[in-house]
C-alpha cells in the first residue's frame, strides 16, 4: 500500500527510503501532510491533554486541543472525567472561551445556546420551536464526546472507536514510564498551570526528536555540563534505550554522568539488592528517602531492578508528547524535575507546546518548591533546556520550505540493532519490561522506529497485524 496520493502525484510512502533509513523534508513543511495528519493520525491516536490534577473539584475545566480540534476537558460530579468538542452544534462558534475555571453549563458566546460538562444540549434563550425546529432532538444537537483514558493521572483521549485501550496503546513502554510517573500510591499532582507557548516549527521536529534523539545533547546543550561546574562529557550518552509502539524512552546507565561524583559508592552499592539501593545511595529523583521506603507499594521487584541500575530519564510517546523525570544541577544544589510535554499541532508550520511540571503529592512542601524553581530553570520557556531545542525546531522547518529544501532528506543511518544489556551489570538474562531494547552509546533506532509508526498512521492502517509495536 502507498497510502494517499499526493497532489502532484507523489505515493506517500515514496517520502520514505526504507532500505537508507531516511525521510523526506517536504514532510515538515508540506500542507498538504498537514491535512493528513489531522486525520489520519490525531484523528485516531492517544493524545495527552491534561492531568486530572488540573481539574480536581467538579465542573473544573481547561480549554485543549486535539490535533486542531479545541475541546473542553471537565470534569463530572461524579468525578468522571469528560472530553467535549469545543464546537457549537449551531453555528460552530466555540462554545468555551476561557482557558481553565468552573462552569456547571457553557453557554456558547454567539446566540446561547447552552451545554453540559458532557456536551449534553441544555437549551437555547429562544423556545425550541422558533430557534432550533421541532424535529431536531436533544442528542442530535450535543457536542460529540471523544474517548477519554488516564494514566497517572495524565488524561488521554481519541476520536477512534477502533483504537486499541490506552494500556495496549502504550504497550511495553508503561513498564518503563511507570518507574517515573506511576512510583507511589499518592501518585503527582502539577505545580501549578501548564506553561504554553507557540513555537513556529513543525510538531514532528519535537515529535520524533523525544523518541530517542539522546545524541543532541552532547552539543546542543552542552552548556548545561558546562555551568554546572562538573567536567562537561559524554557519560550521559551510555545506557539503553528502549522503544515500543513508536514510544521511546532512554535510560541512562547509572554508573556514569553526574553520579561520578560519589561514584565510589554507586559502585559499592551494585552488590544491594535493587530495593535498599533505591532507599540508599540511588534515590530515584524527586523522592525523599522517605518516599523512597514505600517503593515497593507500588513497583514489582524487577522495576525497581531497572530503575535502581538505568533510571529512565529522558522519553516520548506517540505521536506528540516528551516525558521527563531526571535530576538537575541548580544553584540551590541538585534538584529533581518531573515534566510532561504536548507538541499540539496549529497548522504545518507551527505548534503550541504545552510544558507540565509535576511533583509527589506526598512530597515535604519545602522538597516541592525546590522542584518548582528546578524545572522553571531547567525546562521552562526561559530554561536552560528548552530554549536550546527551540533554536532549532523553527530552523529545520524554514529549511523545509525552499526548492532545493524539500528535497533533501533528514537520516537516520546510526542503527544498531537490538541486543540484550549484557554488559556485567546486567547479568541476570533477559531484561525485564521488554520492548525493543538498544544498549550503549544512544543511537537513531528509537526514532527510526517513530517514524515507522508515523508511516503507519499515514498509510491507513495503524491497528493491523502490520503495524510496527
Ligand atoms: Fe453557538 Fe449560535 S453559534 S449559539
Ligand atoms: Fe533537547
Not at 31 to 60: C, Q
Not at 174 to 202: C, H, W
Request: net charge negative; charged share 25%; proline share 7%.
Amino acid at each position: 500500500d502507498v497510502g494517499p496520493i499526493l497532489s502532484d502525484g507523489t505515493p506517500f510512502a515514496d517520502l520514505f527510503d526504507l532500505d537508507k533509513h531516511e525521510v523526506s523534508m517536504r514532510l515538515l513543511k508540506d500542507p498538504e501532510v498537514y491535512r493528513l495528519e489531522l486525520s489520519r493520525l490525531f484523528g485516531k491516536a492517544w493524545t495527552v491533554l491534561a492531568h486530572e490534577t488540573e481539574i480536581p473539584n467538579a465542573f473544573d475545566y481547561v480549554a485543549r486541543h486535539i490535533g486542531a480540534d479545541p475541546v473542553i476537558v471537565t470534569r463530572s460530579r461524579s468525578g468522571d472525567v469528560n472530553v467535549v468538542l469545543n464546537i457549537c452544534s449551531h453555528r460552530g462558534m466555540q462554545v468555551c472561551r476561557g482557558e481553565a475555571g468552573n462552569e456547571k453549563q457553557f453557554k456558547c458566546p454567539y446566540h446561547g445556546w447552552s451545554f453540559s460538562e458532557q456536551g449534553k444540549f441544555m437549551g437555547s434563550p429562544v423556545a425550541r420551536e422558533n430557534m432550533h425546529g421541532a424535529f431536531r432532538s436533544k442528542e442530535e444537537l450535543a457536542l460529540p464526546k471523544a474517548r477519554v483514558e488516564l494514566y497517572a493521572g495524565f488524561v488521554f483521549a481519541t476520536w477512534d472507536e477502533d483504537a486499541p485501550s490506552l494500556d495496549d496503546y502504550l504497550g511495553e513502554i508503561k513498564f518503563y514510564q511507570d518507574l517515573m510517573f506511576d512510583r507511589t500510591e499518592s501518585g503527582l499532582e502539577v505545580l501549578g498551570p501548564p506553561q504554553r507557548f507557540v513555537i513556529p516549527a513543525n510538531w514532528k521536529c519535537p515529535g520524533e526528536q523525544h523518541a530517542g534523539d539522546g545524541y543532541h545533547a552532547m552539543t546542543l546543550h552542552r552548556s548545561i555540563n558546562e555551568l554546572a561546574a562538573s567536567e562537561a562529557d559524554d557519560s550521559s550518552m551510555y545506557g539503553i534505550d528502549v522503544s515500543a509502539n513508536g514510544h521511546g524512552l532512554r535510560l541512562i546507565d547509572r554508573r556514569k554522568g553526574k553520579w561520578k561524583d560519589n561514584r565510589e559508592a554507586v559502585l559499592a552499592a551494585q552488590t544491594l539488592p535493587p530495593f535498599e539501593k533505591l532507599k540508599s545511595i540511588m534515590l530515584p529523583p524527586g523522592m525523599t528517602p522517605e518516599m523512597a521506603e514505600k517503593l515497593d507499594k507500588k513497583l514489582s521487584e524487577a522495576q525497581m531492578k531497572v530503575l535502581a541500575d538505568y533510571p529512565p530519564s529522558v522519553g516520548g510517546l506517540f505521536p506528540n508528547m516528551g516525558t521527563f523525570c531526571f535530576e538537575f544541577p541548580t544553584p540551590m544544589g541538585m534538584a529533581a524535575i518531573i515534566s510532561w510535554h504536548a507538541f499540539v499541532p496549529r497548522g504545518p508550520g507551527k505548534f503550541e507546546f504545552i510544558n507540565w511540571f509535576l511533583v509527589e503529592k506526598d512530597a515535604p512542601e519545602d522538597f516541592k518548591d525546590l522542584m518548582r524553581r528546578a524545572s522553571t530553570l531547567g525546562l521552562g520557556t526561559t530554561g536552560f533546556v528548552e530554549t536550546d531545542d527551540a533554536d532549532t525546531w523553527p530552523l529545520m522547518t524554514e529549511s523545509a520550505e525552499g526548492f532545493m529544501g524539500e528535497q533533501q532528506k533528514i537520516r537516520y543511518g546510526a542503527l544498531c540493532g537490538e541486543d540484550q544489556p549484557l554488559d556485567g551489570y546486567w547479568d541476570e538474562g533477559e531484561f525485564p519490561g521488554g520492548g525493543h531494547l538498544y544498549p550503549g552509546f544512544t543511537k537513531d533506532d528509537a526514532q527510526w522506529n517513530w517514524w515507522l509508526r508515523y508511516r503507519d498512521f499515514m498509510l491507513g492502517d495503524p491497528w493491523g497485524p502490520e503495524a510496527h509495536h
